[in-house]
């Protein structure tokens, strides 16, 4: 056992080490080389802990790069449902040469690092205060394999196979995993559940088990687990979306693909190959939105789905849309920005530049869902609001819920839902004589009615464009036509307010004058620090936007309390300048609590910042009480 | 001025064709262009051309960009839906639109500023996916609506209005076309309605993407002196490959020719194209032979104009996507939704 040779220089101070135990409840994070496969082991290690009963929540942080860059893996395990980024690490498993010292240095007092030991290591020059585990996974897979790529691959599986018995989890879940991984390749199945099994027995021969435990539980119930981008695909197929125009660009690029696997399987014709669909990959951005605004104009559901810099080129198109009043869906999975950013890592920085797009005076509808289970609902109703409203829908998705998979409600759907195609003319309304101006707003909630090109031969007809027009479509530039047609588009995006999601209030279990604001994918974290300040005795309200335009109950909500955080990924507080401007809120009634440096918001993150805005406030309070 | 109607009496001249239409029901609003403006000839052409066709109006979508030919789109076909996008991308606009309901025919519109400089990408783009569209660039070699400066059409040597030389290399939308994989190829001068018309026809016949440049001189800012997009530079150096008489299915053929000068194509549809060959050997069937042609007698100073190329057997883009015949926007929910017992089985298998 070299491993435990090398352990021996320190072994006195190692009797003295601090030893973290839980079971259930902690953080595992793998540091791996990019394109070395470790993906999909890591991913069988978080899903292994899910068959187990216990919920879990993984997320890839990865690098703009094919090969040879730092990624990691982190896996939370919450058996109270903790789903957020906790913050810290208690299980290290350090893959990476690259970034050893910076992922040993994130290792929580008492917690673990896992490293392969082929390679003497000088432990003596390492923490004191954390718990060191060895194993040449190398020199294992050196003497198991004689091909490189099988090395490379197995020792994955071989660490998932040792950490597995390190934690307690039971080998026939990893096993039976590994039969449905490679259902259909059942030649990977014998070698996998060979390198699997080499792990397991290396580890309980040399290794202690960790203080670290995952025990069977029933806490995952009937949710599901999955990326919400597949999840927005599917709500795209359920919402009845029949053109996909795109451009590849991390990280949506996933989301097209998507759909092209879900409208493989559910609008394809099995006989004849004929689709019931049209996916075009677009040249660029612009001709993406372009295909996009002329399918919605010709009354297929249409949408294609980018990041930032996508929506930077879309604008002068969602401005056509506006105001020409075209139905449209975009889904916006945000990275980090500016420019070029950080294409790899999360932000929810895009809600101004989709909010307020294009030159001129606009403004649209945005959607925020919370996990994958939103995406789907709200990726079908953007399609619903798309046609009722007459403009573009944004779905703002960021990497996060994206590109990761998540633990959440099934999918649902009832099948006495229908496709709601908004105000559309038909041919025998026409016929009957019905009076068409394609601008009027008849009913008075600032919608008017439209027609589809062909749908009548001599009705109906108009020319539809970006410039200024009269209620009846006819080009003009009078200044009280122009006004009347803009104070109608105002009235309209009124009309939607009572059509997006209304948000999701979650009470102080005490009467407190504080709140909090957050949405997106910011919801787990803020709920696990919501329930750690609780604890503390820190009461605050909470409540979650799912769209724009705000409806009363959210200017209702920060109205009633003194303090109001404002928890978002940005740098700028993009959401707090928002409800800001809009509802005509006093800025300094909002305080912004911002992570943006590109990985996901961390409970203790969000803990850490009211607390310390809530110590201030005492001290201000405390400072006033004085004479 | 759009908002003068137009007199809506018929003169009893005006000879219904065959679903009861005359030539005035093909008309849009009165044109704001400069009195002689070449695109209005067009305009004209095309209405004719729709006319001839019997074509009900209201199957047709009008499609264009930004700029004094794509103002056109509003002067013809009053009963079609029109669509003034945005500048340089009516190509993504009619695939969308194209791809929504591929019962319609669509005209796409659209000038030289428009498709060769910021729309030059999606030009080429719908071009190579093959939509089935007519798609015309009235080519006057300058921006008008702007007041003159050059457009990427412009010849080197040319020269503007204001006395200066244009120095850039000029963009041969025609060359390009070829190229890219257009099924139709074709220029015209808006000055010959005789070749414009029966080629508005064919390329509507046409199922896949055909492209018609159409010389389009502009009589306030670019028919000087010195310009190479004058109505007298088109006139003296245009060089015809070809004369086309498109008779559809449903017609007798009646006109004899003689044999030899005279090639029969037939599209897809059913019509016979009737090219009466210019110089004997031009055969606007092969591709290459088209490229090679032009660009030979371009080098000449020669406008070539005819029907440079035709493929009466290509595909287009619904063929390669592989969708029904169904108009997307006409699939109800049943076809769309797939329903909350498959959403139970996806459900399944996330678990």
């Known amino acids: ?627 | 001025m759009t908002y003068i109607t137009k007199p809506r009496l018929h003169h009893p001249l005006l000879a219904p064709n065959a679903i009861g239409l005359s030539r005035r029901d093909y008309e849009g609003k009165v044109s704001t262009l400069c009195a002689g403006c070449g695109h209005d000839s067009i305009s004209a052409a095309v209405i004719h051309a729709c006319y001839e066709l019997d074509l009900p109006p209201h199957r047709l979508a009008k499609l264009s960009g930004i700029g004094c030919s794509s103002k056109t789109p509003d002067y013809f076909l009053g009963n079609s839906h029109g669509f003034n996008a945005v500048h340089g991308r009516m190509p993504s606009v009619l695939t969308g639109a194209n791809l929504a309901n591929r019962e319609l025919i669509y005209l796409g519109v659209s000038g030289d500023g428009d498709s060769a400089s910021i729309g030059l990408g999606q030009f080429a783009h719908c071009l190579r996916r093959g939509v089935n569209m007519t798609y015309i660039v009235e080519n006057n070699g300058v921006y008008g609506l702007t007041k003159g400066q050059f457009s990427a059409t412009s010849d080197k040597g040319s020269k503007s209005k204001r006395g200066v030389v244009n120095h850039d290399q000029p963009i041969e939308l025609v060359g390009l076309a070829l190229q890219l994989g257009a099924s139709f190829v074709a220029r015209s001068f808006s000055g010959d309605k005789g070749q414009l018309v029966p080629l508005i026809k064919a390329a509507i016949l046409h199922r896949g993407a055909a492209f018609i440049d159409v010389i389009s001189p502009c009589v306030q800012f670019n028919n000087h002196a010195g310009s190479t997009k004058s109505f007298d530079y088109v006139r003296e150096h245009n060089a015809a490959v070809n004369r086309l008489d498109v008779i559809s299915d449903r017609d007798e053929i009646t006109v004899d020719y003689q044999p030899g000068t005279v090639q029969r194509v037939t599209q897809h549809d059913g019509s016979v194209l009737v090219l009466r060959k210019l110089p004997d050997d031009y055969d606007p069937t092969d591709r290459l032979a088209a490229i090679t042609h032009l660009v030979a007698h371009q080098a000449r100073g020669e406008i070539v104009t005819g029907l440079l190329y035709v493929d009466p057997d290509a595909g287009e883009l619904h063929d390669y996507l592989g969708t029904v015949k169904t108009p997307l926007n006409a699939l109800g929910d049943a076809d769309l939704t797939p329903g909350a017992a498959a959403l139970e089985a996806v459900n399944d298998s996330l678990r």
Request: with cysteine; net charge negative; hydrophobic share 40%.
């Open chain 1, 1 to 627: 056992m070299s491993e435990v040779r090398d352990i021996d220089p320190a072994e006195e101070r190692a009797s003295k080490r601090p030893r973290l135990t839980a079971v259930n409840d902690f953080v595992v994070k793998f540091a791996n080389v990019n394109g070395s496969g470790s993906a999909s082991a890591n991913a069988l290690f978080a899903k292994s802990i899910l068959r187990m009963g216990v919920p879990v929540a993984a997320r890839n942080i990865f690098p703009s790069n094919i090969q040879g860059l730092p990624t990691w893996y982190e896996v939370r395990v919450s058996a109270a449902g903790h789903l957020g980024r906790r913050g810290g690490v208690d299980l290290m498993v350090a893959m990476n040469p690259q970034t050893w010292a910076k992922d040993i240095a994130s290792i929580e007092p008492g917690g673990y690092l896992f490293y392969d030991s082929t390679k003497p290591v000088d432990l003596t020059a390492l923490r004191g205060d954390i718990n060191i585990l060895g194993l040449p996974l190398t020199e294992i897979c050196n003497r198991a394999y004689s091909d490189p790529r099988q090395r490379q691959l197995f020792k994955n599986i071989i660490y998932v196979g040792a950490l597995s018995a390190l934690l307690g989890i039971d080998p026939a879940v990893n096993e039976s995993l590994i039969g449905e991984q490679f259902q259909g390749k059942e030649r990977l199945i014998k070698p996998n559940l060979e390198a699997l099994a080499l792990g397991r027995e290396h580890a309980l021969e040399a290794l202690e088990p960790l203080g670290l435990r995952i025990e069977r539980a029933d806490a995952v119930g009937d949710r599901i687990y999955v990326e919400g981008n597949a999840a927005a695909a599917l709500g795209a197929v359920y919402g009845g979306a029949t053109v996909c125009a795109w451009y590849p660009i991390t990280p949506s690029t996933s989301l097209a693909e998507a759909f092209m696997g879900y409208c493989e399987k559910f609008r394809t014709d099995p006989v004849t190959g004929e689709t019931r669909h049209a996916i075009v990959q677009a040249e660029d951005e612009i001709a993406s939105i372009g295909i996009v605004v002329g399918a919605g104009w010709n009354g297929a559901r249409a949408f294609t789905c980018t990041s930032g810099p996508g929506i930077s080129l879309m604008q002068e198109f969602v401005g056509l849309s506006y105001f020409a009043e075209i139905p449209a869906v975009i889904f916006d999975v945000q990275r980090g920005g500016p420019s070029t950013g950080m294409p790899t890592r999360t932000q929810q920085s895009d809600i101004l530049i989709a909010a307020y797009a294009s030159h001129g005076d606009t403004k649209h509808p945005l959607l925020f869902p919370e996990d994958p289970s939103e995406c789907f609902e709200m990726a079908a109703l953007a399609f619903d609001l798309a046609e009722r409203l007459q403009t573009t829908i944004f779905v703002m998705l960021d990497l996060d819920i994206g590109m990761n998979e998540w633990l959440c409600r099934p999918f649902a759907w009832d099948d006495a839902r229908r496709l709601d195609r908004g105000k559309l003319m038909t041919h025998d309304q026409l016929e009957a004589g019905a009076d068409f101006g394609r601008y009027r707003d008849v009913d008075g909630d600032g919608v008017a009615y439209r027609t589809l090109p062909g749908v009548h031969p001599t009705r109906g007809a108009y020319f539809t464009r970006g410039t200024s027009r009269d209620p009846d479509a006819r080009y003009s530039e009078e200044g009280p036509i122009y006004v009347a047609n803009m104070e109608r588009l105002l009235a309209k995006f009124e009309t939607a307010k009572a059509l997006i999601p209304t948000p999701v209030l979650r009470p102080a279990r005490r009467r407190t004058p504080h709140g909090a604001i957050y949405f997106g994918s910011t919801t787990p974290a803020m709920h696990e620090a919501l329930d750690t300040l609780e604890t503390a005795g820190i009461h605050i309200d909470a409540m979650r936007v799912r769209g724009f335009p705000f409806c009363n109950a959210v200017l209702d909500f920060i109205a009633a309390h003194e303090t109001v955080f404002v928890v978002e990924q940005n740098r700028d507080a993009q959401l707090r300048t928002l409800i800001v401007n809009e509802g005509g809120i006093d800025p300094a009634k909002l305080t912004a609590v911002l992570n943006y440096d590109g990985s996901p918001i961390t409970a203790r993150f969000i803990t850490a910042e009211i607390s310390r805005c809530m110590g201030g406030m005492a001290k201000l309070s405390g400072a006033g009480a004085k004479p």
